[in-house]
Every structure is written in structure tokens, then in C-alpha cells.
């Protein structure tokens, strides 16, 4: 038995230490398909994995394999979804014929950067790079239909709770057995908690970055991530607490540091932003069967809603403090950072930097 193993790529050179695990999840054997987004250093990826029952005593009755890319982003990795399926089905059933992979490389590598991408086949991993990298995060990771109301439906009214986390740029670990693939998307919805669209928020702050599938060979990169949201298969990963700070297990919810766990208490008016999100997420689906209106989705509105109530939390902030002192938060903003100098009060102003105390 030799596990889990790289069996092809290209290019040749590209290093894939540990991808054979990432992109084939722990627990696999037990599903015939999935498909999984992980992180490989500062490239995202994006595998399908496949089972198929064979009569050989040497694959234990059973051959399975991954066929995957790599990408500096992971908003556009989902063009590739079909191709990738029906890559992994064809080399179950073809094993060892790459001329398809081969040419898709050779089609798409014009665009690889120049540290290269990799291809691969079988826990694996082979490369595009057709990505605009400068793309916001919480722009297109495109998902099937229903993603986003997925995520609605299945948390519920504790969406107000993980959005307090995600602003709070906390360590996000879900756990879930497999199938993997609409977990990886709950990672994603996680991240779209926390957009903020102001000029000069979160500049001191750490970006909230979504490690999708994470297993035992990530737990040295997780001991130094200050801030992350990332989906596992092992349940292992509930005993090292030093790695998370909160932990959520289909709709439960739960932190282990004593002073976050306040906030998994729903208040009156988290209940009452949930009631907003849900009306208007109701007269979307009415406008749209009604209406036929098309110009709006469910993405739209939940990216929106969240993006607007965090951005107006920060500028509320950011005027409350000026104001209080008598002051205009844009005219005298110069003038009050000039007396402060003048006469040497050390402070960072919160219209400076509205996530420092």
C-alpha cells in the first residue's frame, strides 16, 4: 500500500509537496466523487476526485484519483470544474493517458506567471492561470445555483454570529465529513462576511483568507496564521485548540477562549438584522418569479448587505470620536493632527486607522 502519490504533472519542475493529501480529502474512500479547493502556498487550487469499483486485488477493489489546477486565485477556478470531472472520470477509466491533459496545458501555459504552475493527475494538481489576481476576494468564486442560499438556509440567524468572528478577523475551522466541495463554499461565504469597502479599512489589520480544506500537514502553516477561515475532514483538528479560535460543526457553533464566547449569544439586534437579510433575500425571489427580473442574485444581495452593515459600523466609528470632540471628521482632520503633535499626545487616530483601538 502505497497511499496517497503524485502521479502526473507538468510542469515537471513545480513543486507539489503535499498536494497528493490536499487534494484528495481525508475520508474520500467512502464517497464516489467531490471535489475540493485548497491552498498550496500562495497558489489556490481546485480538484475533482472520482472512485470507481475495479476487480484488481492490487487496487483493493477500488481506484481512485484526483485531477486538479493551481492558480495564484481561486475566483475563476470554477471555468474549470467540468473539464477537470471529466478528466478524472476519463483517467479511471484510461489510466495513464494525459494527451488531453497534455493539451490543455500547452494551450493555457501563454498565461502561466513565471514561476510556473503545475498540472497534475491522480492527488493532484496541474495549472492555469487565466486569473486576475488584483480581483476582490469576495468577487466571483461563481458556485452551483443556490450557494448562497445554501448558506442561509443551513446557518440560519447564526450567520450573525460567524460575521462577528470574521470581523473580528478570527481563526475559522469547519469541520465536516466528506463530501467536502459545499463546505469549501461555506469557507467562501464565511470570507464574504467581512468584506468592508472604505478606503483605509483593514490596512493594519490581517486580511481574512480562506484556506478551504486544511489537514495534519497544514498544522505548521496554521501555528503562524493570525487570522484564517479553512474547512477539514479530520477530526483531529477539534483537540488542537492552539490552532483555531472557533470551531463550528454543522450548525454548532462554539469557541474555547472565554471572552469570545459572549458573542454565541444571539441579541435583539442580530435577530433583527437576520429579519432584514431574509426580507430582502424574499422580495428578491418574489421579483424574480414575478417580475422575471434577472438583473440581481442572491450573491448580490448577500455580499451587499454585509458589505453596507460593515461599512456603515466603520464609519460610524470613524465620525462618532471626532465629532464628540467638537470637530469635523474630514475638515479638521489635519488641524487635530497637528495639535496632537504639537503638543506630543501620542494617539492613532481612528480616522487613520479604524480597526486600531
Not at 9 to 32: Q, W
Not at 77 to 85: C, G, S
Not at 304 to 330: K, Y
Not at 341 to 353: A, F, P, Q, R, S
Request: charge should be negative; hydrophobic fraction near 40%; include cysteine.
Amino acid at each position: 500500500m502505497t497511499g496517497n502519490m503524485v502521479e502526473w504533472c507538468l510542469p515537471h519542475d513545480i513543486n507539489l509537496d503535499g498536494v497528493e493529501f490536499k487534494s484528495m480529502a481525508s475520508g474520500s474512500h467512502r464517497i464516489t466523487s467531490d471535489f475540493i479547493y485548497f491552498r498550496k502556498g500562495c497558489y489556490f487550487g481546485l480538484a475533482c476526485f472520482a472512485n470507481m469499483p475495479v476487480e484488481s486485488e492490487l487496487e483493493r477493489g477500488a481506484r481512485m484519483k484526483s485531477v486538479g489546477i493551481l492558480s495564484p486565485s481561486y475566483t475563476l477556478l470554477y471555468r474549470y470544474m467540468h473539464f477537470l470531472e471529466n478528466q478524472v472520470r476519463h483517467q479511471l477509466q484510461c489510466p495513464g493517458q494525459y494527451s488531453p491533459l497534455e493539451a490543455f496545458y500547452e494551450d493555457k501555459k501563454a498565461v502561466l506567471p513565471p514561476t510556473g504552475n503545475g498540472l497534475v493527475n491522480a492527488c493532484p494538481t496541474w495549472s492555469v492561470t487565466t486569473i486576475n489576481r488584483c480581483m476582490h476576494p469576495e468577487m466571483k468564486i461563481t458556485h452551483p445555483a443556490g450557494c448562497m442560499s445554501q448558506f442561509i438556509q443551513f446557518f440560519g440567524e447564526q450567520i450573525m454570529v460567524l460575521w462577528k468572528f470574521a470581523l473580528l478577523r478570527k481563526r475559522l475551522l469547519i469541520f465536516s465529513p466528506p463530501p467536502v466541495g459545499v463546505v469549501c463554499y461555506r469557507v467562501y461565504c464565511c470570507c464574504c462576511l467581512a468584506n468592508v469597502s472604505l478606503p483605509g479599512i483593514g490596512v493594519s489589520v490581517p486580511e481574512l483568507r480562506p484556506f478551504f480544506y486544511i489537514n495534519i500537514a497544514d498544522i505548521t502553516t496554521l501555528e503562524t496564521e493570525m487570522s484564517y477561515v479553512a474547512c477539514t475532514t479530520e477530526k483531529i483538528f477539534e483537540e488542537k485548540k492552539e490552532l483555531y479560535d472557533v470551531y463550528i460543526d454543522n450548525q454548532n457553533v462554539k469557541t474555547h477562549r472565554s471572552h469570545l464566547q459572549p458573542l454565541l449569544r444571539l441579541n435583539a439586534a442580530d435577530k433583527e438584522k437576520y429579519r432584514k437579510l431574509s426580507e430582502q433575500r424574499q422580495l428578491l425571489l418574489y421579483s424574480q418569479e414575478v417580475d422575471e427580473d434577472c438583473t440581481s442574485n442572491e450573491e448580490d444581495l448577500f455580499i451587499l448587505f454585509f458589505m453596507e452593515l460593515n461599512n456603515r459600523i466603520f464609519q460610524t466609528l470613524s465620525e462618532v470620536h471626532v465629532r464628540a470632540m467638537g470637530l469635523d471628521p474630514q475638515a479638521d482632520r489635519s488641524f487635530l493632527v497637528d495639535l496632537l503633535e504639537v503638543y506630543g499626545i501620542e494617539v492613532t487616530l481612528v480616522i487613520d486607522n479604524l480597526c486600531c483601538p
